[in-house]
């Protein structure tokens, strides 16, 4: 037996901010919502899904953002989506070179940490 990859990412949200998240992951990121099941969509919380990108926000009743822990998210022309999430009123953060890679922090509207980068000289 061996783990075979990954199949999605949770992370966690306040209950109620649904609208907030779509217009985050689905409006800035570009990731399109999918339909949750049923069973699940009663819960809360929202799915954001494109090929095998795929991140479940789930309602967490003691809700804590993610701080340190975070999705590391590949991304075609970096600089543009930077610009967008800016005009949007996103901070954007800098951190230390990864050799071979542009890369930023931003938080989620909940305060999860989120990375985006690009593989330098694409």
């Known amino acids: 037996m061996k783990v075979a990859g990954l199949d999605h990412i949770q992370l966690a949200m306040p209950a ?63 600089p543009a989506l930077i610009a967008t999430l800016r005009a949007a009123g996103i901070a954007v953060n800098e951190d230390e070179p990864l050799e071979g890679f542009i890369r930023v922090y931003v938080d989620d509207p909940f305060g999860n940490r989120i990375e985006l980068m690009e593989r330098k000289g694409r």
């Open 16 to 78: 109620g901010r649904e609208a907030e998240a779509r217009a985050f992951y689905e409006g800035l990121l570009g990731i399109p919502e999918m339909t949750k099941p049923p069973p699940l969509a009663a819960r809360g919380g929202a799915w954001f899904e494109r090929g095998a990108l795929k991140i479940h926000l789930g309602v967490e009743k003691n809700f804590m953002p993610a701080r340190k822990a975070h999705p590391g998210l590949p991304v075609e022309d970096l």
